[in-house]
Nanobody
Framework: VKLVESGGGLVQAGGSLRLSCAASVRTFSIYDMGWFLQTPWNERESVAAISGTDRRTYYAVSVKGRITISRDNAKNTVYLQMNSLKPEDTALYYC?????????????????WGQGTQVTVSS
């Protein structure tokens, strides 16, 4: 499985970006997918996740209401629509095919990773 992210860039605070992650896998629909972020001073942490079966979603508290995760199984693609961006959203964003998804405790562990796409929000 290969994951390729795109859509990152430089945006002013309050702006929007849409990240995309294209997966080269025949059984994309069975994978729970997630987006994680990483900064130079923090470990990689989950931002959002979407299940492969019933498309339930999870959002980190810091992004809830501003970010929407979605997927198009026909296109083997997962998206992250990011609105009302803040400077603190600046990070390297990774797409992942999740290896473990606990939808009750909201714990997600990435298994297969893309190369990451940089999001920079200027104030």
């Amino acid at each position: 499985v290969k994951l390729v992210e795109s859509g990152g860039g430089l945006v002013q605070a309050g702006g929007s970006l849409r990240l995309s992650c294209a997966a080269s896998v025949r059984t994309f629909s069975i994978y729970d997918m997630g987006w994680f972020l990483q900064t130079p001073w923090n470990e990689r942490e989950s931002v959002a996740a979407i299940s492969g079966t019933d498309r339930r979603t999870y959002y980190a508290v810091s992004v809830k209401g501003r970010i929407t995760i979605s997927r198009d199984n026909a296109k083997n693609t997962v998206y992250l629509q990011m609105n009302s961006l803040k400077p603190e959203d600046t990070a390297l964003y990774y797409c992942t095919a999740l290896g473990s998804s606990d939808w009750y405790s909201n714990r997600f562990i990435g298994h297969l990773w893309g190369q990451g796409t940089q999001v920079t929000v200027s104030s």
